[in-house]
């Protein structure tokens, strides 16, 4: 009969599962709950030692897994996996794949599935599944399909493919290292390829023929072309159309088609709405709406919608109209902006781009924005509206630091994408 763990057993149980709960909460970084967890771990060990059959566990012990041969390889891939995804070293396959899609969906179905299976063979699936994301759901709202229908395959066929290697997942590395260091004979790269092959094939026949139909159907928020519901800040000035008149007459300029949520003054001084406040230079009024009517709002007000206090250095801030572009940027983890903000991290001085507004996405726990956008803490999934010209949407867009989807171009690849395939190669 197998033995209770003993006080350290179940600490480390407890442990494990404070570790979890700490995972799934958003505003807790993943590496700030990881290094808790492991600094935890080893004051407790250090203040009350373990010993078994007379030898002591020395806490440093832990720390001793960072330098495993396999986790170093799963960081190497890792590394030349998101290379190939911020070069769009892969783009052009993504590209022939969107072609094929428009002429015959169903064997650039197969051909999308068979694909996958066998770039993940060899890369992190993760870098895979960001290259065709845009592509397969652009091609679920054209054919009117559910997106999980396209996307959960190859997912599931990434997960297959990558069982084919020795470095096609973490848990293969992981595996086959330990199994060496316990004495065993050592798995060859592609000893796990005949088998999968085998039973992989038969999978991926499966998801293509198959698995579309079982899933559910589902109303997905990205089917709502809708555009989407910004906040900004339109900024008074002595020029304005609006300044000088009572906040009624202002509204009366748009034809009362302006939300406005609040007006402020000086330092985030808010002024009640009355109809009777008279609007002046330096007031700033918040409102919600769309791109196209936020930009009808400035042209009708003769505002701003963005301070041109500390613009002075960006080029082409105020170049001509027809030379300016809107685009959408998303705020990702890992990215510049998460956990940032649009003045700390100088994103006006470092691409040029003008923010304009920001769209958050109500769910469950979301903070509102208020206040300023550029002093709001962005954090995943947000969208900032930013407005520049075609070659500053390019450049950041080649700079592989955000997510641009004003979709005017196509992603272009950049100077270093031949270079991240011959660093895979």
């Given at each position: 009969m197998a033995s209770l763990p003993g006080a350290h057993g179940v600490f480390v149980l407890l442990l494990t599962i404070v570790a979890l709960y700490l995972f799934t909460r958003d505003r807790l970084p993943l590496e700030a709950s990881g290094l808790t967890i492991l600094i935890v771990l080893l004051i407790v060990f250090e203040l009350f030692p373990y010993e078994a059959d007379g030898v002591r566990l020395v806490p440093t012990s832990f720390l001793s897994g960072f330098g495993h041969e396999a986790l170093i390889t799963i960081c190497a891939l890792m590394i030349i996996g998101t290379g190939l995804e911020v070069t769009g070293a892969l783009q052009p396959l993504a590209a022939g794949l969107a072609k094929a899609w428009n002429a015959k969906p169903k064997l650039a179905s197969l051909a999308t599935l068979a694909i996958s299976g066998i770039l993940s063979a060899f890369l992190n699936n993760t870098p895979i599944v960001v290259m065709l994301l845009p592509m397969l759901v652009g091609v679920a709202l054209r054919n009117k399909l559910a997106p999980s229908s396209l996307l959960m395959p190859v997912g599931f066929a990434t997960l297959v493919g990558g069982m084919a290697t020795t470095i096609g997942t973490s848990t293969n590395l992981l595996v086959v290292a330990i199994a060496a260091d316990l004495g065993l004979e050592p798995f060859e790269m592609f000893d796990f390829t005949v088998p999968v092959l085998l039973v992989g094939s038969i999978g991926v026949l499966y998801l293509w023929l198959v698995?579309?139909?079982?899933?559910?159907?589902?109303?997905?928020?990205?089917?709502?072309?809708?555009?989407?519901?910004?906040?900004?800040?339109?900024?008074?000035?002595?020029?304005?159309?609006?300044?000088?008149?009572?906040?009624?007459?202002?509204?009366?300029?748009?034809?009362?088609?302006m939300r406005v949520d609040r007006i402020e003054r000086g330092e985030g001084l808010a002024v009640t709405k009355l109809p009777s406040?008279?609007?002046?230079?330096?007031?700033?009024?918040?409102?919600?709406?769309?791109?196209?009517?936020?930009?009808?709002?400035?042209?009708?007000?003769?505002?701003?919608?963005?301070?041109?206090?500390?613009?002075?250095?960006?080029?082409?801030?105020?170049?001509?109209?027809?030379?300016?572009?809107?685009?959408?940027?998303?705020?990702?983890?890992?990215?510049?902006?998460?956990?940032?903000?649009?003045?700390?991290?100088?994103?006006?001085?470092?691409?040029?781009?003008?923010?304009?507004?920001?769209?958050?996405?109500?769910?469950?726990?979301?903070?509102?924005?208020?206040?300023?956008?550029?002093?709001?803490?962005?954090?995943?999934?947000?969208?900032?509206?930013?407005?520049?010209?075609?070659?500053?949407?390019?450049?950041?867009?080649?700079?592989?630091?955000?997510?641009?989807?004003?979709?005017?171009?196509?992603?272009?690849?950049?100077?270093?994408?031949?270079?991240?395939?011959?660093?895979?190669?």
């Open positions: 698995a579309p139909r079982l899933l559910p159907e589902r109303e997905q928020p990205l089917s709502d072309r809708a555009p989407r519901v910004f906040n900004a800040m339109l900024h008074i000035n002595d020029a304005s159309k609006a300044c000088g008149l009572n906040f009624a007459e202002c509204l009366s300029l748009t034809s009362n088609e406040v008279t609007i002046g230079a330096g007031d700033r009024l918040a409102v919600r709406d769309t791109p196209e009517r936020l930009k009808e709002f400035e042209k009708q007000l003769g505002a701003k919608l963005y301070s041109e206090t500390g613009l002075e250095d960006i080029a082409d801030a105020s170049a001509a109209a027809e030379q300016q572009f809107l685009a959408e940027i998303v705020v990702t983890r890992g990215s510049l902006l998460h956990r940032g903000t649009l003045t700390s991290t100088r994103f006006a001085q470092r691409t040029g781009l003008i923010p304009l507004a920001l769209h958050r996405a109500r769910e469950a726990g979301s903070e509102e924005i208020s206040g300023n956008i550029e002093t709001t803490r962005l954090r995943a999934g947000d969208v900032v509206l930013v407005q520049g010209t075609r070659a500053q949407l390019e450049s950041l867009k080649g700079s592989g630091t955000a997510l641009v989807l004003d979709g005017t171009t196509d992603l272009p690849t950049t100077h270093r994408a031949n270079r991240a395939l011959a660093i895979m190669s």
